[in-house]
């Protein structure tokens, strides 16, 4: 009886937790759309200390996640997080986004140079990057933070995918440039050049 009752609190437990993530993710998408409609701040939840900022879109996977103000834990929680102090979705500059690997950003793990990303700004705008970097990085390496000339989406998640404590000392990055409407890319062949980066995976 009592590993029954075990079985029971844990089973409850974890659909309890399901059922709370079902949950956000409808009150996270109604936010975005007011968001859209042109609200400011839209909470999701009365209580929340975030909103949502953007869409992100991977075409090859057809996933879509909405971006949170703010990469605290509590905005990881329930999606990726925009790192303050970037550039905003569809800014001039380098746009962080952050979220766990093992929800939201475990896909990363599957992209290789050349995917396409999609972000969606609160004004309608539909953006289109393209990948060309994915690099292992230490933790304090503050160099994927810092402010570029072009339009820059760079993707943050916890590495390796398959370590069994969160955390850990390092940092698995994506980058992907702004394309334009049409198949080339804004920037020409020697973006990675003029970056002075070194060898990709």
């Known amino acids: 009886m009592a590993l029954f009752a075990a079985a029971a609190c844990l089973f409850g437990q974890s659909a309890w937790i399901y059922g709370k993530a079902c949950v956000a993710q409808v009150l996270l998408r109604r936010a975005w759309n007011g968001t859209v409609r042109g609200g400011k701040e839209v909470k999701p939840w009365p209580w929340a200390d975030t909103w949502p900022v953007a869409r992100l879109s991977v075409p090859g996977t057809r996933e879509e996640f909405i971006v949170l103000a703010g990469a605290s834990g509590r905005s990881l929680a329930f999606g990726p997080g925009h790192l303050d102090g970037t550039a905003m979705p569809g800014e001039d500059?380098?746009?962080?986004?952050?979220?766990?690997?093992?929800?939201?950003?475990?896909?990363?793990?599957?992209?290789?140079?050349?995917?396409?990303?999609?972000?969606?700004?609160?004004?309608?705008?539909?953006?289109?990057?393209?990948?060309?970097?994915?690099?292992?990085?230490?933790?304090?390496?503050?160099?994927?933070?810092?402010?570029?000339?072009?339009?820059?989406?760079?993707?943050?998640t916890c590495y390796p995918?398959?370590?069994?404590?969160?955390?850990?000392?390092?940092?698995?990055?994506?980058?992907?440039?702004?394309m334009t409407p049409g198949p080339a890319p804004i920037v020409g062949a020697t973006l990675a050049a003029a970056r002075g980066r070194g060898p990709t995976m």
């Open 93 to 156: 500059g380098n746009c962080v986004l952050s979220a766990h690997r093992d929800t939201q950003f475990e896909f990363l793990r599957r992209l290789t140079v050349g995917d396409e990303l999609e972000v969606e700004t609160p004004d309608g705008r539909r953006l289109r990057y393209r990948v060309f970097e994915r690099r292992v990085r230490e933790k304090n390496d503050t160099a994927v933070l810092a402010r570029t000339p072009e339009p820059t989406l760079t993707l943050v």
């Open 161 to 178: 995918f398959d370590a069994i404590v969160p955390g850990g000392p390092l940092r698995y990055v994506v980058r992907a440039e702004l």
